[in-house]
């Protein structure tokens, strides 16, 4: 018990610490923020900072992007009853009933929600269970309703009717009605309003579009700025109107045109689209890419959705084999129809791959149309934001905890199956922003200031510039010193010099809940001058220095590994709980395009099957993971000679 209690107590010294550690870096940046004059001093070398003479952002914002609720058809088809309402009161921090009856609450709360429920039949499902009036006028609807209320066989058998129906693109007319979709969508809006708290919590408003042709995923997630009047003018464009991204972006640029407002989207799966997510032959029309193509897509889609419940989309073993970190929790089988994944689709599905080949698209077009800043979501159906291991409830609501979820399917495609333990607790998206607001979060997220976890909220610094030195890592302050002297995550590094290397300065903070921090790594991509792209990844400042340091292959030992599986548990003996160096690029080229962004590795904790196993009991086959290594990924930078 006083070894507990020691434990404890330490813990609680540990977790203030690091509080505090965090207030005094938000305040040292929050004080030369507030002072006009010191700004301008701080900035004083023009093309250096964006932010020359104004505020600069001053705090880490967590929140998802991409969470669906009852009005999805799949989720609610899948037994979620909780709406839009308890999905924001979740993320705000209070404790809810779940749809299968467990009491939930966030160990800590999101400053900001996107609900991206699907466009197409926004809210039917919830009405057709409902039963209602205007819905059962339609003979096939009503049939649908009174087989579902008699539950049982009978209720599965019509909801896959109705899940049917629309993926074969066969909805009823009633459905299709604009009065039905104005008055669900109309609903969602003056719930975000509701919630919408300017300097609290923000109720960002979105949906996703779910473009699906022969099963490869081409989804994405559409983002407004503005409130909901504005949101009001016009219907979300659905699947059915088209599939095609290009039709998206001509109905993104006729909402601004006519609203004044401003939106952007942002893809996520590249990894289940079957080679079609980053292409470098137009899906629609087979031939290349074209300027046109690279400059509309840049424009409307400056993010992707890395990593999710889905699998992680940075980087695939097959296309970087040099990388022991890449491959982490991926799905690549096949797409979401029952087509089998080839090789070849990987390159174009992949996050790090598809900034290398927009530097090759960029030397030939002359706009890079895959230049994104990277975020983490949950792509939750089940209106819950839950992304920590412990936490975790799962994909839909028949994957909430319970003792069999871990062996059961998750997802059939034809021959591609997923089970209940290939699950990710993933992720969040951190933006560096100037306040809690709509439009402080939207424009983080326009210039790409933001970064993406696997769960964690560790807090990130990653700059570039031509003058950072290794003094610059002592100082407590990086954010002052980043924006005065370089770019941050998201920004363009332009030739200074051909005599000078490009430096950078990168600092984590570990998540005060969660575990230590291995390393810090720069990951590099490049176009040579023979038209080849190429990456590195680089070790740039690890813990436990004093016992290990790269070997001959220039590769670092593992940190070592504290997770006691048995009881879902671990120490913070080894790793660190804050890391911070400047770099510079050994190997630049002045004359090659490149870009770098930083990736920061935890040390291993429990994954939540192992808090699974723990809680209920069981044991579940070898083939299941228990230990993970949670990670962050920061947007680039990028170098253009």
């Known amino acids: 018990m006083k070894k507990n209690c020691k434990r404890f107590i330490l813990s609680l010294c540990v977790y203030s610490l690091l509080l505090f550690a965090q207030s005094i870096l938000a305040d040292d940046i929050r004080t030369v923020g507030q002072d006009p004059e010191s700004i301008k001093s701080a900035f004083s070398k023009p093309g250096y900072s964006p932010y020359a003479g104004r505020n600069y952002p001053t705090q880490v914002l967590w929140g998802d992007t991409h969470l669906h609720t009852s009005l999805s058809l799949d989720a609610r088809a899948f037994g979620v009853t909780i709406g839009p309402e308890g999905a924001y009161r979740l993320a705000r921090g209070e404790e809810i009933t779940t749809s299968h009856g467990e009491r939930l609450k966030l160990s800590r709360p999101l400053d900001w929600l996107v609900i991206a429920d699907h466009s197409d039949a926004m809210g039917a499902m ?39 129906t629309f993926t074969e693109g066969n909805t009823p007319d009633v459905i299709m009605e604009d009065a039905f979709a104005k008055s669900i969508w109309s609903r969602y809006l003056e719930t975000a ?8 919590f923000t109720a960002m408003i979105g949906y996703e579009w ?57 893809a996520h799966n590249g990894n289940l689209s079957n080679g079609l997510m980053f292409p470098e ?77 927009g530097l090759k698209l960029e030397q030939k077009l002359g706009v890079n149309p895959y230049k994104f800043g990277m975020v983490g979501s949950t ?77 964690p909220r560790m807090t990130v610094w990653f700059f570039g510039g031509w003058d950072f030195n290794a003094k610059d890592a002592q100082a407590r302050t990086p954010g002052l010193i980043g924006y005065s002297k370089g770019v941050s995550m998201g920004g363009d590094l332009n030739k200074v010099s051909e005599k000078k290397s490009p430096s950078f300065l990168v600092a984590a903070l570990k998540d005060p809940y969660s575990g230590n921090l291995d390393r810090i790594q720069i990951v590099k991509g490049w176009l040579d001058k023979q038209g080849q792209t190429g990456e590195k990844v680089y070790d740039v400042v690890w813990s436990d220095a004093d016992r290990r340091q790269p070997g001959p292959d220039r590769k670092l030992p593992m940190v070592g590994n504290t997770v006691d599986v048995a009881e879902a548990t671990w120490t913070n003996t080894i790793g660190a709980p804050e890391l911070i160096t400047v770099w510079q690029d050994p190997d630049f080229d002045p004359s090659v395009r490149a870009f770098y962004y930083a990736r920061v590795i935890e040390i291993p904790t429990p994954r939540w099957t192992a808090y699974d196993a723990k809680r209920y009991g069981v044991t579940m086959s070898g083939e299941v993971p228990m230990i993970t290594q949670e990670r962050a990924y920061t947007s680039p930078i990028w170098y253009t000679p």
């Open 379 to 455: 792509d939750s159906h089940t209106a819950l934001a839950t992304a920590e291991e412990e936490n975790f409830f799962g994909k839909h609501s028949g994957k909430e905890p319970k003792p069999e979820r871990w062996s059961a399917l998750v997802a059939e495609m034809g021959d591609v199956r997923y089970f209940g333990w290939e699950q990710v607790s993933s992720g969040y998206a951190a933006v560096w922003a100037t306040e809690n607001t709509r439009e402080a979060i939207w424009d983080a997220m326009k210039r790409k200031e933001v970064y993406g976890t696997t769960g």
């Open 210 to 266: 779910t473009s699906t042709p022969g099963g490869d995923n081409l989804h994405r997630n559409v983002l407004y700025r503005g409130d909901a009047d504005e949101a009001q003018l016009m219907l979300p464009f659905t699947a059915a109107d088209s599939m095609n991204p290009e039709d998206l972006w001509s109905w993104m640029e006729a909402y601004e045109k006519k609203t004044g407002g401003q939106i952007l989207a942002l």
């Open 126 to 164: 919830s009405k057709i269970i409902e039963g209602d009036p205007n819905l059962l006028r339609d003979q096939t609807i009503k049939d649908w309703h009174e087989r579902i209320a008699k539950g049982g066989e009978s209720a599965l058998m019509a909801t896959m009717d109705v899940i049917q």
């Open 281 to 357: 032959i137009n899906p629609a029309s087979g031939k290349p890419l074209t300027l046109a193509y690279a400059e509309t897509r840049i424009r409307w889609e400056p993010l992707y959705e890395v990593t999710q419940i889905k699998g992680d989309g940075e980087a695939h073993p097959y296309l970087s084999p040099n990388d022991e970190f890449a491959g982490y929790e991926i799905w690549d089988k096949g797409n979401l129809g029952p087509v089998v994944k080839k090789k070849g689709m990987l390159q174009y599905e992949y996050g790090r791959e598809a900034l290398k080949n």
């Open 193 to 200: 309003e509701k919630y919408n708290e300017p300097g609290r």
